[in-house]
Every structure is written in structure tokens, then in C-alpha cells.
């Protein structure tokens, strides 16, 4: 009884396989085998946990990036709409600008445009109405000023010589700038002096009794033309 009871049981799988012939054969698992049947399938049960567990891992991380990149995604639409926005207002301010420098472009050309206008020598040579005659000889005009008025420059410009006429007395020369020159000759006291930069209007003579008579003529790049061609009786 005490040697039977220190046995061990024994385990012995027989598997069965029937053939397509009808035959049957068994096949017999010892203990041993058994034994390693079972580590093997312990070891893919460790093998299909392990791969579960890093599947899981690498699932998770997966989702991460993707909200990670989701939130870039939505960073980047939100700075893409700023952009948008920063370029909106800078195409108006740009617009504005644009707008502001032709103005100012336009501005410029009337300015330069007025300047040119105050150049030529276009204005009426009195500061008051007068007769007028064509004189003989180089045209020129003859103007009988009234008492108290004055003679005035017909437009801006350089006195280039003030000097003695034979026959009205003195004769002062404007360069306009532009090819064109002015002629006032008068008995009366001129009131310029060469080189002085003066304005359209300046006045150059003083009318009086003793000097009502103007010879008005213009030169144009060194040939004397008709003044009438460039008189304004307004002024």
C-alpha cells in the first residue's frame, strides 16, 4: 500500500484519425509531449497578448498623432484666415494708397500745370484796361495807359536787363524760361533791377502823365512774334 501510494498519475493522450479508406489510426501523446504542447501554446498565448498589447499601444499613438495633427491642421486654417485677413486690409490700404498718390500725381500736374500757365508771358501787361495800337516796324503793340495804373509783368520770370530805349526811354527784358521773353518800353523809373526773380503782376512802372505810353512786344525762341498771339485781356 505505501509504494502504490507514492506513484504518480500518469496522463497519456490518444488521438483517433479515421482515413478516407476506412482505416483508423491512433496516435499516442505521452506526458512529455503533452507538457510541450502546452508551453507552446502558453507561449502563443503570451505571443497573441503581447501582440495585442503593443497593437493597442501603437493604436493609441496613432490616434494622438492624428489628434495632434488635427490641432495643427486647425492652428494652421486659423493662421491661413488671419492671413487672409492681414492681405484684405492690406489690398484696401494699398488701394487707398494708390488712390492718395494719383491724387497727389494729379495735384503735382495741375501745380506744374498753373506754374507753366504764370511762365508764359499770357497775362495783360497793365493793371488796368487800355486802348491799344499795332506799331510799325517789329510787331508790337502800343498801349495808352491810364493815369495811376501800373505796369505790370505778363507772366513769372528773370529780369535779364534793364536799359535805356532811344525812343520811349527805358526797356526792360523778361526771360520766362521757356523760350519766350518779354519787352516793356516806358519813359517812367523802372522798378526792377537785373537778376531779380520777380512774379506774374509784379509791377514795373508806375503810370503817370509824363508816361502813359507801353511798347509791349514778346520774343519767342529769339524771333519777335505778334503779342497778340499770347494777350489775355483778362489778365
Keep these: 500500500m505505501g509504494e502504490s501510494s507514492k506513484r504518480k498519475n500518469q496522463y497519456t493522450l490518444i488521438m483517433v484519425l479515421e482515413k478516407s479508406d476506412g482505416t483508423v489510426k491512433k496516435h499516442t ?20 497578448i503581447c501582440k495585442f498589447i503593443l497593437d493597442s499601444i501603437a493604436i493609441k499613438d496613432a490616434r494622438n498623432e492624428i489628434i495632434n495633427q488635427t490641432i495643427t491642421i486647425n492652428d494652421l486654417t486659423d493662421e491661413n484666415e488671419a492671413l487672409s485677413a492681414l492681405n484684405a486690409t492690406l489690398t484696401d490700404k494699398m488701394a487707398v494708397l494708390g488712390e492718395t498718390v494719383s491724387q497727389k500725381a494729379e495735384a503735382e500736374d495741375a501745380i506744374s500745370q498753373k506754374i507753366m500757365e504764370n511762365t508764359l508771358p499770357k497775362g495783360f501787361p497793365l ?25 505790370v509783368t505778363s507772366g513769372t520770370g528773370v529780369v535779364v536787363s534793364v536799359e535805356t530805349d532811344e525812343m520811349y526811354g527805358t ?5 520766362h524760361g521757356n523760350g519766350c521773353r518779354s519787352i516793356y518800353r516806358n519813359a517812367g523809373t523802372a522798378l526792377v533791377k537785373d537778376g531779380q526773380q520777380i512774379g506774374k503782376g509784379y509791377i514795373l512802372f508806375t503810370v503817370g502823365k509824363e508816361n502813359q505810353k507801353l511798347g509791349y512786344q514778346i520774343m519767342q525762341n529769339g524771333q519777335f512774334v505778334d503779342p497778340m498771339l499770347f494777350l489775355n485781356m483778362d489778365g
Design 29 to 48: 501523446v505521452g506526458q512529455r509531449g503533452m507538457k510541450v504542447a502546452v508551453a507552446i501554446l502558453f507561449l502563443l498565448a503570451v505571443g497573441i
Design 127 to 151: 493793371s488796368g484796361p487800355a486802348p491799344m495800337e499795332e506799331a510799325k516796324g517789329e510787331p508790337m503793340v502800343v498801349l495808352t495807359a491810364a493815369n495811376g495804373t501800373n505796369v
Design 171 to 175: 526797356k526792360i527784358v523778361i526771360d
